[in-house]
């Protein structure tokens, strides 16, 4: 990939151009899961000599050299070997939070470089930020500001819109992600015909190059696609997927499903047969985690209508991944813009599946909000990330389940 130009100690974009998301709450709970086994944290070779330096009590090995890279040691159990018993970190506490590895201080923000600015988006594999828990994002702009010279973000070029095609403007990408943001924002929609309709203006730009519109031309694109897309999703009927959607559906659920961390003590076999009972969907969930309630299958299927606000985290969720401009290109695969934004609205099917899961758990007839925040810290502690997901089988499965009938069928469905 080009880059147009590095961000350092004097580049203006490390500053005032740092655009953080309205509608997001954050402060890190003190939970822990970060720390036992979900991060892998690299460090640098000067954070690495200033901690293998130190004398740590009970820390007898506290780095790991990995081929070109090194970092933090793990337990036998995914913990983070300065993590204490207390779910405090162990280098925070002696040297204070600046010595702490740049990966930590970052987590769940991830600042994104694109369309001239450094947008920011989170990890909503991160309870707290799944919850919406704390204070605005805002108030972490000055801490967030300090550490970006220290990252050297790449400005990168326009994406495509699709594969093999010319790349887009930045004004482009942005004029077009702020309609279906708009979209997911519309309180004159219900919440579950946002997303629909989000989904049927997303997949009609397929056909459409939009790097042929000049600026009026595309104004009247989107006001037109969105009102037909709104009146679709209107008048839309809940109708059970195909067969083959829903083979495919499965495949992806035991995916995302899957808790990959250090530490994870599932063998191979283990494994195996919990992607194989997801995918059969017969009789119980199997345990992909340690949360997951054992309930039939059957229970994702019942035709429950959701209270307004259980869709909150997911709306939530989809506008600030958005507006971070980091759902496709670098931060998801390589994918090109309308590929990445498909299979980011192909999340909230997942999500509304697994919101379904905890909600028969706790013996709702629905999910309610926190059911579905959950959900959205299970499918997002996946998407983008794990490896998996770059093979060819599984983009042959993402490129079947975002097309306009699918994507369309699994929301009215299961959403």
């Known amino acids: 990939m080009r880059c147009s130009r590095l961000m350092g100690d004097n580049d203006p974009m490390s500053g005032d151009v740092l655009n953080m998301p309205r509608e997001q709450c954050y402060d890190c709970t003190g939970c822990g899961r970060c720390c036992s086994g979900v991060l892998t944290v690299h460090v640098t ?39 204490d018993d207390a779910n405090r970190c162990r280098i925070h506490a002696q040297l204070g939070e600046a010595a702490k590895p740049l990966a930590c201080r970052l987590y769940p923000l991830l600042p994104v470089p694109a369309a001239g600015q450094v947008r920011l988006d989170l990890r909503f594999g991160c309870p707290a930020v799944a919850e919406n828990s704390g204070r605005p994002v805002e108030a972490h702009r000055p801490a967030l500001r300090a550490l970006l010279p220290a990252l050297h973000l790449a400005q990168p070029d326009p994406p495509a819109q699709l594969p093999g095609q010319k790349p887009m403007t930045w004004p482009v990408v942005e004029r077009v992600t702020r309609a279906v943001h708009d979209v997911l924002a519309d309180t004159m929609l219900v919440p579950r015909e946002r997303i629909a309709t989000a989904i049927l203006l997303a997949d009609a730009f397929r056909p459409l190059f939009l790097t042929a519109l000049e600026p009026d031309s595309l104004e009247k694109v989107l006001a037109t696609f969105t009102r037909t897309a709104a ?46 009972g997801v995918v059969t969907g017969v009789g119980r969930m199997p345990a992909l985690r340690p949360d997951f309630p054992a309930v039939p299958f059957t229970a994702m299927e019942r035709d429950t209508p959701w209270p307004r606000e259980a869709y909150e985290p997911l709306l939530r969720c989809l506008r600030v991944r958005l507006e ?78 975002t097309q306009r009938k699918a994507l369309a069928g699994l929301w009215g469905w299961y959403g």
Request: net charge positive; with cysteine.
């Open 45 to 83: 070779a000067e954070e690495a000599a200033r901690l293998g330096a130190l004398a740590w009590a009970d820390v007898p090995q506290p780095l790991v050299r990995e081929g070109e890279k090194t970092r933090l040691a793990h337990r036998d159990d995914g913990r983070c070997v300065f993590l």
């Open 231 to 276: 009146t679709e999703a209107v008048a839309a009927r809940r109708t059970a997927p195909p067969g083959v959607v829903r083979a495919a559906f499965r495949q992806l659920l035991a995916l995302y499903g899957q808790e990959d961390r250090h530490g994870a003590r599932r063998s191979l076999a283990a494994r195996w047969r919990g992607y194989l």
């Open 324 to 401: 971070s401009l980091g759902f496709f290109g670098e931060r998801f695969y390589g994918a090109a813009y309308l590929d990445g934004l498909l299979a980011l609205l192909l999340t909230a099917p997942l999500t509304a599946w697994f919101a379904r899961l905890y909600a028969a758990g706790a013996g709702l007839p629905a999910p309610d909000a926190a059911c579905t925040a959950r959900a959205v810290a299970v499918v997002h502690d996946a998407h983008g990330v794990t490896p998996t997901l770059t093979l060819p089988a599984q983009r042959e499965r993402l490129t079947l389940l």
